[in-house]
């Protein structure tokens, strides 16, 4: 799922700043261009404008090498509180790019542009369920001497949700016998061998009775339904929707067809992945659906470390 970006990078965006080598050798050039001009020494003087030709060329370069960039980041599965939101950052517009930072909150990593496309995994430290702004997405280069640093901030303008963390997994009752009943069903008879049909369906024995071959034949079992109420649960409010996610998961698995209650909205019985996004993305949000700045995750998880420290 796309979460935002998708712009080019605009020459107006891109911001310069020179780095502490890129100063060593702007002060480089200038004392050789003194030394030459002091002493007549015309070696000085090529060696300051043949420097002050490379930085040029480099800070050209290195403008080239963002500008015109377009940059998309994506989601990567789901995230539930307690681990890890997984993105792709994926950057094309260029045929080649070199040493590119991308930079997302504490997330970091380097990538190139190859035959215009280049992409990266990131991933963010997640606390608390809910909907959160991603922080501003960071890239920077300094290719290819490093002596300027270039960089432009992109603005994710899409919420992420965080889905409650679930609990231990408590499967739904009967789940274990509804997949033993969707992989082979209830015997309902025989009929004519077919070419093609699975040797283990084929009725050996009477086969072997009448010379006969024949197939048996299995009906598969309508699926379970299964309602998941917060009433029916223990526990504080986030026990209980932890638990409720855990038996989503455990429905899914086992292909069972379900409904959500909670108190004030209810979700009818059904399946599928619109139906699995609906029920988690209520759970996230229930009991309040302000969207979140990053920040709050953050102190969030800063203090789960520091509790987890201390019970160590």
Excluded at 237 to 257: C, D
């Amino acid at each position: 799922m796309s979460i935002g970006g998708g712009e080019a990078l605009h020459h107006a965006r891109l911001m310069i700043l020179p780095t502490p080598f890129g100063l060593f050798w702007a002060v480089l050039v200038v004392l050789l261009l003194l030394l030459g001009i002091n002493y007549e020494n015309s070696l000085a003087h090529g060696l300051a404008f043949w420097l002050f030709s490379l930085a040029l060329i480099s800070i050209f370069r290195s403008w080239r090498n963002l500008a015109g960039v377009r940059v998309k980041l994506a989601a990567d599965g789901e995230a539930y509180a307690g681990g890890e939101l997984r993105l792709v950052v994926r950057l094309s517009g260029r045929l080649r790019a070199h040493a590119i930072d991308v930079r997302l909150g504490d997330s970091k990593q380097r990538l190139e542009i190859h035959a215009g496309e280049g992409s990266a995994p990131l991933g963010l430290s997640v606390a608390v369920r809910g909907q959160f702004t991603l922080p501003t997405l960071t890239l920077e280069s300094r290719w290819p001497l490093g002596l300027v640093r270039l960089w432009a901030w992109v603005a994710i303008d899409m919420p992420v949700l965080i889905y409650p963390q679930p609990e231990l997994p408590s499967a739904p009752q009967g789940s274990r016998r509804t997949l033993e009943q969707v992989e082979q069903g209830d015997f309902a008879g025989l009929r004519r061998y077919v070419p093609g049909d699975a040797p283990s369906h084929i009725a050996w024995k009477h086969w072997g009775r009448s010379g006969e071959l024949v197939t048996k034949r299995f009906e598969t079992p309508a699926r379970p339904s299964l309602w998941l109420d917060y009433e029916a649960c223990r526990g504080d409010m986030e026990q209980r929707l932890g638990e409720l996610t855990a038996r989503v998961l455990a429905a899914e698995e086992a292909q069972a067809t379900y409904g959500l209650r909670l108190p004030g909205q209810t979700l009818s019985i059904a399946s599928g992945g619109a139906h699995r996004h609906r029920v988690l993305e209520a759970l996230a949000l229930f009991g309040g659906e302000r969207v979140l700045p990053w920040s709050a995750q953050q102190l969030a998880v800063a203090e789960r470390g520091r509790s987890g420290r201390g019970a160590a």
